[in-house]
C-alpha cells in the first residue's frame, strides 16, 4: 500500500504540469469501420496499433473492434499518424491519416483487409499481435502487445488472462481449481509451485514476460500424471543491444515487506536475464473447528461419542528467491540456453488444539472421555534449486525444431517441531507426550528430454519426443518422547523413519495436429513406464518395489465460428501414480484405536475425460463455458473397515480396531460445469465471475459402499479504476 501511495504521488507531481499547460486542448476523434475486401462483410474484434508516421514502432495507442468491425477512439495532438490493423485470416494492413488543428473529428470510412491467402506486396507491416488468440490446445495473451504490461507486475497480469482468476488474497485459480501447474518456458518450475507463486509473481515485472499460454487440455507433449491444467509463462528475449532493469519494493499492514531487483540485456550474440527478490510473510491467526461422531466408539465401549476440537494457527519467516537465464546463438539456426532457479526459506509455525471426546447426545451431563490441550511449535528451512540446459537446432523448413533438454531439480524440506500436552483428562496417547522430532528430508530429480516438431504438407504439423526423470527422495525422522521418570528424552523412531525411495519414469509421445479452414484436429499417444523401489534402512524387510506401464491418448476437434468466438471437442486420460504412503505396507499403529496401512499391490488410476468448450472473447465482454464428464474406472480410495483378522494373521492383535488403508475400488463418475464471465462496459469499470457445479458418484459393490455427492463454487468481483488524473 504504501508502495502505491508513493507512485501515487510521483505520478500527481509528474502530470500536473502537464494537465495545465493542455487544460484547454480537445481531444482529436477519429472512427471507422474494418471489412473483407472481397465480400465487404465487417472483420469483428480486430486489433488497431496507432503510432505516429515518424515513430511507426512505438504504440501509442491499441484496441480493438467491436463486434460489427466498428471502432472509435480519441488521440491528444494533431499529426499525421499511422494505423495497422491485423485479425486471425487476414493479412495486416496499414491506413495512413492526418489530424488537423481545424478538424477536431475524422471518419475514416470503410478499411479493406484480405484473407491471407493473397499477396499484397505493397503494404506495410507495422502491426502487432492481437491480445488474446485462441489455438486448438491453448489460449495465449500477449503481454508484448498489452502497453499495461509496461508498468504492471505479473501478477496483476494474470487478472487480465482468460480463466485465470486471482482473489483478494492474491490466490490463483485456473478455471476456478487449484488443480494446475505453472510452467516456465515449457517447463515445470519449483520456483512457481504451491503457495510461493503469487509472492514470486508480484515481484516479477510483466515486461519481462513475452506470453501467458493457459492450457486446459494438456496434449501428449506435457506429461500425463496429475495435471488438470498448465499456466506456461513464455519469458521475453531481449532482441535489441543493450540493457534493461527495474527495483521494487512492498510493505503490508500484517508486518510482511519485501523487495527485489530485475536486470535483462544483450551483447552481441549474448542474452541475459535476472531477477532477484526478498519477502518476511507474517500470516494472522487462522481459526478451525471441526466435529466428528461416530456410531461405535471402542473408547466408550461401543456407544456413539462426538469429538469436537478446536484450534488456530499461524506462520511467519523469510525467504528469498531468484533466478537467471542466458542464451547463446551459436548462429541463425542454433541455440543454447542456460537457466538456474533459486528458492530459499525459513519459517515458524505455532499451533494449537482443544479437544474433547463426549458421549453423543450426553455432551453437558457426563464427564468427558478424554479431552486435552496441544501447543505445538515447529520451525523448518525450505527450498529449491532448478538447473537447467537446453540446446536448439532449427533447419532451413520453417517450424521445423529440434530441442535437446537436460534438467536438474533439487528440493531440501527439514523441519524440528516441540509438542506438549496440558489439561489432559483421560486421554490413552498421553504417554507419547512431550514429544520432539527431527526430520530430514529432500528431494533430487534429474530430467532428460528430446522434442522433434516439423511441418508436414499445408497447415499439419507432426511433434514427438522422448522424456527420462530419475526421482530420489529420502527422510530421516528422529522422534524422541520425554520421560518425566528419567528425566530424560528416549529414542522412539519408527520402523519407516528412515527410507529411500527412488523412481525411474520413461515416456515417449507422438502428436498430429491439422487445421482445415474454420476445423482444427489435434490428437496424440503418449506412454510411460515407471519403476519404484523403496527402501527402508532401520528394517529391510519392509523394502518393496513395483512397476507400472500405462498409454495415454488424447484427442481435440476445434470449430471456429468467427475470429472471436471457437467450440472445443475433446477427450483426454489422466493418470494419477499412488504415492509411496499408499504403497507402503508399514502398519502404522501409533494411534491403537485406529490404524493404518498401505497396499503395494495398487495401479495406476486412470481418469478418463471428455469436454465440451465454448468460449468469445471480445474488447469488453468475454465468456469461456464448458461441460465436461469424467469416468474413473479403477480409483484409488480409501476406506475403513473393523479389523477382525483370522486368528492365525499378525495383524489380528488389532481385532476391534478402525483399519484404515486404500485399494482399487469401485467406479466413480463425475459430470462437472464451469462458467467464467468478465464484462467491461467502460475502460474504468469490470465485473467478472467464475463458478462451477460437480455431481460425483463413487460406487464399490464389493465392499457395498455408495456415495454420491454434489459440490458447487461461485467467485465473483469488480473492479474500478480511478482516473490517471484522479
Known sequence: MKEKLLYLVLVLMMTVPLCAQNQNAADYTIKGQVVDSLSNETVPYATLSIALANAPQ??????????????????????????????????????RFTLSEGKKSL??????????????????????????????????YSLDD?????????????????????????KIQLKGSSNYKIYMNGKPSNLLSGENASDVLKSM????????????????????????????????????????????????????FGG??????????????????????????????????????????????KLIEDGRSKYKGPFQYGYLEASYEIDTLNLISVGANLFRGKSKNLSELDA????????FNSSPIYKFHRNSVSEGTF????????????????????????????????????????????????????????????????????????????????????KYINRQNKSNTLEQIYNDSTKMWEDHSRDNSQFRHTQHIYSAYLGYLIRLNKFGIKAGVRAEGTSLKAEFARKPDMDFSTNYFDVVPNATLTYQIDMSTQIRLGYNMRIQRPGIWYLNPYINDVDPQNISQGNPNLDSEKSNNVNLNFSKFTQKFSINASLSYTFVNNPIERYSFTADFPVDDPRSQYNGAMWNTYDNIGKKQQVGMFLYGNWSPTTWFRIYMNGGLDYTDLKAPTLDLKKDCVSGRVFAGTQFTLPKDF
Open 107 to 140: 471518419n475514416l470510412g470503410k478499411l479493406f483487409m484480405n484473407d491471407d491467402t493473397q499477396q499484397i506486396n505493397e503494404v506495410t507491416v507495422v502491426a502487432q499481435k492481437p491480445l488474446v488468440t485462441v489455438e486448438v490446445d491453448k489460449i495465449t
Open 260 to 305: 527485489g531487483g530485475y536486470v535483462s540485456l544483450k551483447v552481441g550474440n549474448l542474452g541475459l536475464t535476472a531477477n532477484y527478490g526478498y519477502n518476511n510473510r507474517n500470516s494472522p491467526w487462522n481459526d478451525s473447528h471441526s466435529e466428528r461422531e461416530t456410531d461405535e466408539d471402542r473408547l466408550a465401549e461401543g456407544r456413539p461419542t
Open 356 to 363: 474433547v471426546l463426549n458421549p453423543l447426545g450426553d455432551e
Open 383 to 466: 527450498g529449491s534449486t532448478d538447473l537447467n540446459v537446453d540446446y536448439q537446432h532449427s533447419t532451413s523448413k520453417k517450424d521445423e525444431l529440434l530441442t535437446v533438454s537436460y534438467r536438474f531439480s533439487q528440493s531440501p524440506n527439514d523441519s524440528e517441531s516441540n509438542t506438549e500436552l496440558s489439561d489432559v483428562v483421560n486421554y490413552y496417547l498421553s504417554n507419547e507426550y512431550p514429544k520432539w522430532n527431527i526430520n530430514d528430508a529432500s528431494t533430487i530429480e534429474h530430467t532428460g528430454q528430446i522434442d522433434y516438431t516439423t511441418p508436414l504438407f499445408n497447415k499439419q504439423t507432426l511433434e514427438a519426443g522422448v
Open 146 to 170: 498489452d502497453p499495461e504490461a509496461k508498468t504492471n507486475n505479473a501478477l496483476e497480469m494474470f487478472r487480465k488472462v482468460p480463466m485465470i482468476t486471482v482473489d483478494g488474497e492474491d
Open 205 to 256: 515485472p510483466a515486461s519481462s514476460i513475452k506470453n501467458i499460454e493457459v492450457i486446459t487440455d494438456p496434449g501428449s507433449k506435457y506429461d500425463a500424471e496429475g495435471v488438470g491444467g498448465i499456466i506456461n509463462i513464455i519469458t521475453s528475449k531481449n532482441a535489441m543491444q543493450g540493457y534493461t532493469g527495474t527495483v521494487r519494493a512492498n510493505a503490508s499492514t500484517l508486518g510482511s
Open 58 to 95: 512505438k504504440a501509442i495507442k491499441l484496441l480493438a473492434c467491436d463486434d460489427d468491425g466498428k471502432f472509435t477512439t480519441t488521440l491528444k495532438q494533431p499529426g499525421t499518424y499511422i494505423m495497422s490493423m491485423q485479425s486471425l485470416g487476414k493479412l495486416p494492413a496499414v491506413k
